[in-house]
Structure formats: C-alpha cells, structure tokens
C-alpha cells in the first residue's frame, strides 16, 4: 500500500519557483503534523517546514520567508510553494509525518541551476 506519493520537481534556475504536492494515506494525515523534508546528495535527510492540524507552520531559517507549506485535510495534501530557489535547495524532497514514520515515499527531485 502506497501511503506517501510526493510530486511537482523539476529543473529551475536560480531564482525560480516550484509548486510540489503530496498525497498521503488518510491514515497518515488525518491527525498528524505533516512535513517536507529533503535530502540532497551526500547529506543526511533535513527537515525543512512542517504544518500542525491546526495550519501552524514552522520553517527553518534556510527557507523561511521563500518556501511556503501548507495543507487541504479534506483532500489528505500537503503542498510546498518554493521561490526563489538557489542551488543550494538541489535535493529529492519528501513528505511524512513529524516526527516521520519508517515507510517513505520515492520523494520528488528538485534541482535548482546557477
């Protein structure tokens, strides 16, 4: 059973945005705190924004005031806006819960060029 399907990366160039989106079994959502987390090559997975059930939301220093999560409960999706996106933001993003469960999704590649 496929609980976690991120999706919406692509290439940018620096100073550009994406929109990604990730579906989540109801399982999962429905009373969790979700998050976006990311893992860019030869570095440990980071958690970079989470969102209560409540809509509150928090973000690390790196992204905040450009990255902008949020949730539809109805629809178990969370959503990650990026703009102004630097190459330092290269990484497979993914969702989970916070704190995360074991079972992750394929996450989504973003890569960001100078």
């Known amino acids: 059973q496929v609980e976690l399907v991120e999706s919406g990366g692509g290439l940018v160039q620096a100073g550009g945005s994406l929109s990604l989106s990730c579906t989540a079994s109801?399982?999962?959502?429905?009373?969790?705190?979700m998050g976006w987390y990311r893992q860019a090559p030869g570095k440990q997975r980071e958690l970079v924004a989470t969102v209560t059930i409540g809509f509150t939301t928090y973000y690390v220093d790196a992204v905040k005031g450009r990255f902008t999560i949020s949730r539809d409960n109805a629809k178990n999706t969370l959503y990650l806006q990026m703009s102004s996106l630097k190459p330092e933001d290269t990484a497979v993003y993914y969702c989970?819960?916070?704190?995360?469960?074991?079972?992750w999704g394929q996450g989504t590649q973003v890569t960001v060029s100078s």
């Open positions: 989970n819960s916070v704190p995360s469960r074991p079972s």
């Open positions: 109801r399982t999962i959502f429905r009373f969790n705190t």
